[in-house]
């Protein structure tokens, strides 16, 4: 499996903005994806310009279908006017915790 977690200021006052273009990326990917396991959304708790993403994607093949789709299409033009520095790392997932 596939994961990104990406770490993203955005500017001051802006996150809310983000917030909800990015949420409703992530809700339409695990929805709609078959492809798409995890799509978290947090904020940082000492600094709300910091939000901080977590993908989990069957592959790669899926995670590049991601970005085909039109939410994650629709979804660019609204964060990225709004984003100031984002760095991602990319992974393999060696194990995965569903909850019971």
Do not use: W
């Given at each position: 499996?596939?994961?990104?977690?990406?770490?993203?200021?955005?500017?001051p006052g802006s996150a809310e903005a983000f917030?909800?273009?990015?949420?409703?990326?992530?809700?339409?990917?695990?929805?709609?994806?078959?492809?798409?396991?995890?799509?978290?959304?947090?904020?940082?708790?000492?600094?709300?310009?910091?939000?901080?993403?977590?993908?989990?994607?069957?592959?790669?093949?899926?995670?590049?279908?991601?970005?085909?789709?039109?939410?994650?299409?629709?979804?660019?033009p609204l964060v990225e006017p709004l984003i100031?520095?984002?760095?991602?790392?990319?992974?393999?997932?060696?194990?995965r915790n569903p909850v019971s």
């Open positions: 499996m596939y994961s990104l977690f990406i770490k993203t200021r955005v500017k917030l909800s273009a990015i949420t409703a990326n992530a809700a339409a990917s695990v929805a709609t994806e078959p492809g798409c396991l995890v799509f978290d959304v947090s904020q940082d708790r000492l600094d709300p310009d910091v939000i901080y993403l977590y993908e989990i994607y069957c592959d790669d093949a899926a995670y590049e279908a991601h970005t085909q789709t039109a939410h994650f299409r629709d979804s660019r100031v520095d984002q760095t991602c790392f990319e992974s393999d997932v060696v194990a």
